[in-house]
Nanobody
Framework: QVQLVESGGGLVQAGGSLRLSCAAS????????MGWYRQAPGKQRELVAT???????NYADSVQGRFTSSRDNAKNTVYLQMNSLKPEDTAVYYC??????????????????WGQGTQVTVSS
């Protein structure tokens, strides 16, 4: 019914940049807040950035000043611009979206959806 499709991952040298995108498709009423998470091998998934429906953002201390999240509501897409990448940024990056769907009259639901993940590898 609802899918989040990520793209933009890859291999980059330290100090380089990548831009991730996450596009929502399917049948839904609206996209509310969205976020970016990452998970490195042997580590727990951690929150990287959040963005509200109005475009307000928040970032983890480890990426603040280097990463920038934005969204294009007309395209149902959120972006993560990653600059000055470091080897410790290497991880699978996942997008998350809180989406409201309408199943029927009086059956409005808000649910978190996840993208499939995209690998980001930063070499030294």
């Amino acid at each position: 019914q609802v899918q989040l499709v990520e793209s933009g991952g890859g291999l980059v040298q330290a100090g380089g940049s990548l831009r991730l995108s996450c596009a929502a498709s399917g049948r839904f009423f609206r996209i509310n807040g969205m976020g970016w998470y990452r998970q490195a091998p042997g580590k727990q998934r951690e929150l990287v950035a959040t963005i509200t429906s109005g475009g307000n953002t928040n970032y983890a201390d480890s990426v603040q000043g280097r990463f920038t999240s934005s969204r294009d509501n007309a395209k149902n897409t959120v972006y993560l611009q990653m600059n000055s990448l470091k080897p410790e940024d290497t991880a699978v990056y996942y997008c998350n979206a809180r989406i409201t769907t309408v199943q029927g009259i009086g059956d409005i639901r808000t649910t978190d959806y996840w993208g499939q993940g995209t690998q980001v590898t930063v070499s030294s």
